[in-house]
């Protein structure tokens, strides 16, 4: 009985422990006011995409072939059922970029999830084995690092055929490499350390110290980059799309819809100005968000 | 030092070889053969085929073929354009001295102001004009370049009507290429008025090309100020009675500098993939545009010629940054 008590004790202990973890995070978070901010519009932005079908006034592309070109609704001319306005072929600006954040955060998500895993796998690897291994990811990370990210993702979509699929596996082989740097860092770092020379005296087995004795203590500068690259793809997505190598219209998709506007830029500015604005609130939001985990996750790299 | 930059060379070589790797499997990754890329849509019969295959080597070991792609890449023959039909290395060096003068402008223009504003920013920390030049940087560090772009053509072309919307220089100007880039050559030209028309198509797009370094710089500078400000030496050049600017200017600027040559070095690459963007907008002529433009032609040499260029120039910079980086720091210099 006192054993079973002794148990939950500690259990509850645990519990504590990491709800402090939190209590801790939350208050060094919270102390940076531009990470707050951008927690909210990013959790506004999470919940316009879920909500996408119910909050969108129209469908994203339906075609009203009455308003082609509308003004946003405060201008003359311009209509209140349309509050964004209308692009050349007459859908509504507002509900295609509600759907378009579907497409941006699915990237974000898609992206990073590919690069960590992939990355965090072959940083461990490089970790662990050998000097053979080790040199030979790492060479072949320099040089993935060697080409421009942008070029490197084009000529890869040049390759697989343009679309959103094919650019979002694209992005995620170019941020890869940033991935495996740190983990691998990381790790070079922690084997020396007691703990780890412990757990492979105790007789650990080699899968166990990697994930489970080793890894959660290379996290933090892991999910700073994390909160960087879901930026980045986000960036490169919208870049690819432009370019005409990523989502293909109709798609919604912020950087396609902008490639679709260019011709009218000198008459319509409402068709070029919120895509792009939409683009740049999102990934502004997760770099101030990526700023504040940093200050709260890794006092090292605290900046002053 | 020179022991130093040795070694810097040689840890060169295997990227350099893997750089060429890459860029020969690129053409092989493709789906079809290269023959069946280059007939394109109008097909060809089978002998034709074979024949061609045989003729250009493809029907060779990988291999070998790789070999023969190494020697002749070394050679400086990177093959033929499938659309121009001249040589893939000539075409690039023709219109890399168009990339070179944007770039060096914009760094030029991130550099002038991204190091006083993060100097500035790090001096008055805290205060609202750090808070703004903080808030700034984020947001030109987040911002779409191919958007900014637009929104200064609607602004500065559309509305106020003082800039060009694309090309180096207006046709109304003529004359021979001397150095490639455009400002020097127009004013050697001696036109009235061609250093201008030069001045006023670059003036954008090197605002757009430099935002995100700008960006980049000032953060990097403020934190690296802020570092040395805490230092004894600061402290000990303030007691001794030097004014603020000497203090600022001379004890702890150029030490700070040191982070932030390395972060300027790292820029090489983000702007040439900003390049791509930029120059597509201007229809600026220079590599990047070329690149994009070669990709949807489906001009198949000419994507995998740039792609080793543009990689090894990286390279190159990097290392140049690095040699750099030993010759300020003695430390670098010695260890390992």
């Known amino acids: 009985m006192s054993e079973v008590a002794a148990k939950t004790k500690t259990y509850d202990k645990r ?27 990013f959790v506004f932005i999470c919940l316009v995409a879920i909500f996408a079908n119910v909050i969108a006034p129209h469908g994203p592309i339906d075609q009203y072939r009455d308003a ?42 898609v992206v990073v999830s590919v690069a960590l895993v992939v990355g965090i796998l072959l940083g461990l690897i490089a970790g662990f084995s050998g000097p053979t291994v080790d040199t ?19 000529v890869l979509v040049a390759i697989l055929g343009p679309s959103l699929t094919n650019a979002m596996v694209a992005i995620a082989v170019v941020q890869q490499p940033h991935y495996v740097r740190l983990t691998r860092a990381a790790v070079m770092g922690e084997l020396g350390k007691d703990y780890v020379t412990a757990a492979r005296v105790v007789g650990v087995g080699r899968l166990r110290l990697m994930f489970s004795t080793v890894l959660p203590n290379c996290m933090a500068p892991l999910i700073v980059q994390a909160a960087l690259s879901f930026s980045n793809a986000i960036l490169d997505a919208a870049a690819l799309g432009f370019l005409g190598m990523g989502a293909q219209p109709p798609t919604p998709e912020w950087g396609t819809m902008l490639a679709e506007s260019r011709e009218f830029i000198l008459r319509a500015w409402w068709v070029v100005t919120f895509p792009g604005l939409a683009i740049l609130l999102t990934v502004l939001a997760i770099n101030l968000m990526g700023d504040g985990l940093r200050d709260a996750l890794d006092p090292k790299l605290r900046r002053s | ?15 350099f070889l893997g750089i060429t790797v890459a860029a020969f499997s690129f053409i092989h990754f493709l789906p079809g053969d290269p023959v069946l890329l280059m007939a394109g849509e109008r097909g060809i019969s089978p002998e034709r085929h074979a024949q061609l295959m045989h003729q250009f080597g493809f029907d060779r070991p990988l291999w070998r073929q790789y070999l023969d792609y190494l020697m002749n890449a070394l050679h400086g023959d990177l093959g033929q354009s499938l659309v121009t039909h001249r040589q893939v ?10 990339t070179l003068e944007l770039s060096i402008c914009a760094m030029i223009l991130a550099v002038a102001l991204g190091i006083p504003a993060g100097v500035v920013a790090a001096v008055k920390r805290g205060s609202a004009f750090d808070h703004a030049i903080m808030g700034s940087a984020l947001v030109g560090y987040s911002m779409p370049i191919f958007w900014w772009g637009l929104l200064l053509i609607i602004f500065f072309s559309g509305i106020l009507g003082w800039t060009p919307v694309s090309g180096r220089i207006s046709l109304l100007y003529y004359f021979k290429p ?20 030069a001045m006023s198509h670059l003036v954008l797009p090197a605002i757009v090309l430099g935002t995100i370094p700008l960006a980049v710089i ?3 500078t403020r934190s690296a100020m802020l570092e040395v400000l805490g230092e004894d030496y600061v402290r000990t050049a303030r007691a001794k009675g030097l004014g603020p600017m000497r203090v600022i200017g001379v004890h702890a600027l150029r030490n700070s500098l040191i982070p932030v040559i390395t972060t300027i070095g790292l820029q090489v690459g983000t702007l040439l993939a900003g390049a791509i963007l930029t120059e597509t ?12 433009d070669s990709i949807f032609r489906r001009d198949y040499p000419s994507v995998q010629g740039g792609l080793m260029l543009i990689a090894a120039i990286v390279m190159i910079v990097n290392l140049l940054v690095d040699v750099t980086y030993g010759f300020i720091n003695p430390r670098i210099r010695h260890s390992r």
Not at chain 1, 15 to 41: D, P
Not at chain 1, 137 to 153: E, G, N, Q, V, Y
């Open chain 1, 15 to 41: 519990r504590g422990g990491r709800l402090a973890l939190l209590e801790e995070f939350w208050h060094y978070f919270s102390e940076n006011r531009g990470a707050v901010m951008g927690l909210a519009f």
């Open chain 1, 68 to 109: 082609l070109l509308k003004p946003p609704a405060w201008q003359q001319g311009g209509e209140w059922r349309f509050l964004l306005g209308t692009d050349a072929v007459g859908r509504d600006l507002l509900s295609r970029l509600i759907f378009g954040s579907r497409f941006s955060l699915f990237v974000g998500c």
């Open chain 1, 136 to 154: 030979l990811i790492m060479r072949i990370m320099d040089i993935i690092l060697a080409f421009p990210s942008l070029l490197l993702a084009l």
């Open chain 2, 1 to 15: 030092m020179l022991g130093f930059i040795a070694r810097r060379l040689a840890l060169l070589v295997p990227t």
């Open chain 2, 89 to 98: 290395f000539h075409e690039f060096f023709v219109l890399f001295p168009a």
């Open chain 2, 178 to 197: 001397v150095t490639g880039f455009m400002l020097i050559d127009s004013l050697l030209s001696g036109q009235k008025g061609a250093f201008t028309s």
């Open chain 2, 218 to 220: 000032a953060r990097q």
């Open chain 2, 281 to 292: 907008i201007f229809s600026w002529p220079g590599v990047g545009k070329w690149m994009v």
